[in-house]
């Protein structure tokens, strides 16, 4: 999705600074203190974790750390809210199946 | 176990604590609070549109610096505000359990306010859970904190404040607002806001909900129907619309769990469970307060006066005022509070269709089922004059507690009087100079400059205008009317933006001389 570069009301975006992290393997870019849920949304990425029993996609719902939809797998540590979870370069996010990095068979 | 002490601890440093904390500080109390976000404020630094209100309630000021003014004034009082910090829990004897990074920390208040707040309401439907269906405050924390846009093309489901708002702001951020849907017979906010939205030409569905979301990985689509008497989905009036992102602003309830486990008396309304206070947010418990949306969902205009009465109370319970100094400040806040629960949306109105204004005028049935007055409905308006010259033509047709344009006109045409909620009558006998004043600071963006005869054939209209790109003189386009649907081609004559205006522009567009009472927004192409 777009990020807002300027806005009618809030004015021009103050520049940020850019990090690369990784998604999945992937090297993703973003800028840093932003949430990891915006880059990653910057990016495309919609689904962050797949339920355990159904394995249904959940992505950004309340974006305030209340819902814990949008938990992901953060440096190896499980259940980190990535809409208040501020971005730091070299972070390695993965998506959490369940309650682990990879899907079950 | 070591227990820190403070004379008064605020939970929730939004609008209400902030105010409480304040007011307390300025007596002499050394208050801390607790809020479990990383910034403070609450919901105030989302809001980027203009507050309603008088003077005193910060009126025409947008909500983000309404927030850094109670930043700042916080500041100058020493108030101690700790972030990241969650309380988990309260007890009543007024011990507070805070969780600050990895470690539980515990206080004791000679007094303490709860200020916690509201949570969002959801409703469920087939694919509610999907990635792209997201919260109407989701949105807000994207788009005004976070810069990024939530969604391409969006339906809204609710019509109340926040559902109306938060449309505008995603029109606004750049988004494509197809729809909004509610399964309400009428539009719950002010027709004012559901105004603005409707002429930008996002067309409404009253008594219709949401009967599923489509897509497998992520919202592809969504299906609305139209809901009988039981509330049921009649059987082939489903209509589907392709959009990525489905927004959902289906009401606040108050977050008052804390006040629950402290024991306090509790009432189940259909409001939520709210704590059983007194004016001053005295709770059943002694020593224990509440105010804002967690003692009843209001605007945070009237979560920062709750706030201020809670603060004044507290620094008189711990012996910092006498009661008299209580009951004047008390009574100065009461009577600030009492203006802005006037009108028709007044908490005792609520679900109530109200069918005529305070004048005796009957209300626009349109603004409710479709989001705008008719062009035959809006001659009946105190604020709406025909006249030769420029002059103003206000659209303001509920009695909602709001009065800046009466200041804003330094000429006196415009004339509302003591009852802040009467509605605004244009005084024919006074000169409007064009100086569009009016139209900046009506935060309904509800104020347009007419003039009839520009030249032969031709006329003018000036509005309000928040959107990017700004239009150039010379700019031709068309002119959409309330409905939001084309009335004629608009050449773009004039575009005016100052300081007082506070970002918004004001735009003035030629159209033919018998649409300058029809053409209500400019668009580049039809």
């Known amino acids: ?105 | 176990m070591k227990i820190e002490r403070y004379d008064m601890i605020v939970i929730g440093a939004g609008p209400a604590g902030l105010s409480a904390a304040i007011e307390a500080a300025k007596k002499g109390l050394k208050p801390i609070v607790f809020d479990e976000n990383a910034r403070p404020g609450g919901q105030l630094f989302k809001q980027i549109h203009k507050f309603f209100g008088s003077k005193e309630h910060k009126a025409k000021v947008r909500g983000f610096k309404i927030g850094e003014e109670l930043l700042e004034e916080a500041e100058e009082y020493g108030v101690e505000v700790i972030l990241n910090a969650t309380v988990v829990g309260l007890y009543p004897e007024k011990e507070v359990t805070v969780k600050i990074g990895d470690k539980v920390k515990h206080y004791k208040g000679d007094a303490i306010l709860v200020a916690t707040g509201a949570s969002e309401n959801m409703v469920n439907f087939e694919g509610w859970t999907k990635p792209g269906v997201i919260g109407a405050g989701a949105a807000q924390t994207m788009m005004n904190l976070h810069h990024i846009k939530p969604g391409n093309r969006i339906l809204m489901l609710g019509s109340g404040n926040v559902g109306l708002v938060v449309s505008y702001q995603l029109m606004q951020a750049g988004c494509e607002v197809v729809a909004l849907a509610d399964a309400a017979p009428r539009v719950g906010g002010y027709g004012v806001h559901a105004a603005k939205v409707a002429r930008c030409g996002v067309p409404f569905y009253l008594s219709h909900t949401i009967v599923k979301v489509e897509g497998d990985e992520c919202v592809t689509g969504v299906v609305i129907g139209q809901v009988g008497p039981d509330w049921k989905v009649i059987p082939g009036t489903e209509k589907h619309f392709d959009v990525d992102t489905v927004c959902l602003a289906v009401g606040l309830s108050p977050m008052s769990q804390l006040l629950k486990q402290a024991e306090v008396k509790m009432n189940d309304t259909k409001g939520g469970h709210v704590p059983e206070c007194d004016k001053h947010g005295a709770t059943s418990v002694p020593g224990i307060y509440a105010a804002g949306d967690v003692s009843g969902i209001e605007e945070a205009s009237s979560a920062m006066i709750e706030g201020r009465m809670s603060g004044t109370a507290i620094a008189c319970y711990l012996g910092y005022m006498t009661e008299e100094e209580r009951d004047s400040r008390i009574d100065e806040l009461e009577k600030q509070l009492d203006t802005l629960r006037q009108g028709m949306f007044a908490p005792k109105n609520r679900g109530k269709l109200v069918e005529k204004t305070d004048e005796g005028i009957d209300v626009s049935m349109n603004l409710l089922n479709k989001g705008f007055v008719t062009d035959d409905e809006i001659e009946r308006f105190p604020g709406v004059t025909h006249q030769k010259g420029i002059h103003p033509v206000i659209e303001c047709t509920q009695n909602i507690p709001c009065n800046p344009c009466q200041d804003a006109c330094k000429m006196g045409c415009i004339r509302i009087g003591e009852n802040i909620t009467s509605l605004p009558a244009i005084d024919p006998e006074k000169k409007c100079i064009g100086c569009g004043m009016c139209v900046a600071s009506c935060s309904g963006q509800s104020i347009f400059l007419v003039e009839e005869d520009v030249e032969e054939g031709y006329g003018e209209v000036t509005m309000p205008y928040e959107f990017l790109p700004v239009p150039e003189v010379g700019d031709r386009g068309v002119a959409l009317g309330r409905n939001g649907q084309y009335v004629c081609d608009a050449e773009v004559t004039k575009v005016r933006i100052a300081p007082a205006f506070d970002h918004t522009y004001l735009l003035t567009i030629k159209v033919p001389n018998d649409m300058v009472m029809r053409a209500r927004f400019y668009k580049k192409e039809a």
């Open chain 1, 1 to 105: 999705m777009e990020r807002i570069e300027n806005h009618p009301i809030l004015g021009e975006t103050p520049k940020r600074k850019k990090v690369t992290f990784s998604y999945d393997g992937k090297m993703l870019e973003g800028y840093e203190g932003e949430p990891i849920a915006t880059a990653l949304k910057a990016a495309g990425v919609m689904a962050h974790r797949y339920t355990a029993k159904t394995h249904e996609p959940r992505g950004i719902f309340c974006a305030i750390g209340r819902c814990t939809d949008c938990v992901m797998i953060v440096d190896g540590k499980p259940n980190i809210r990535t809409c208040i979870t501020p971005l730091e370069a070299g972070m390695v996010v993965q998506t959490q199946y369940g309650v682990s990095a990879t899907p079950e068979e």
